[in-house]
């Protein structure tokens, strides 16, 4: 995942990283409102390991049998760039 990357370049979670994340998500045809995204830890250094996550659940109907969402999730991690 680009954005793991991207956090690590910037040293953790900003701004610009969730913005990347919503712009891939619509580019995606996802709708970024409707995904959890978890950047950990807030802020990293140099080498230090980041992981982005994402969850959403989507939702699955057959016609006269059921109902349901299925979660859906993906990490990356990473390295920080950020010599701190």
Do not use: C, H, K
Not at 35 to 52: H, Q
Not at 68 to 79: H, Q, Y
Request: net charge neutral.
């Amino acid at each position: 995942m680009q954005a793991a990357r991207y956090a690590g370049e910037v040293g953790g979670d900003a701004p610009e990283v969730r913005t990347f994340v919503a712009d891939e998500l619509r580019a995606a045809g996802i709708e970024p409102d409707r995904v959890t995204v978890e950047i950990m830890p807030a802020r990293v250094g140099w080498r230090e390991p980041i992981r982005v996550s994402l969850a959403s659940a989507y939702p699955v109907t057959i016609p006269f049998l059921f109902s349901t969402t299925l979660p859906l999730r993906s990490s990356a991690i990473s390295r920080g760039e950020v010599n701190r």
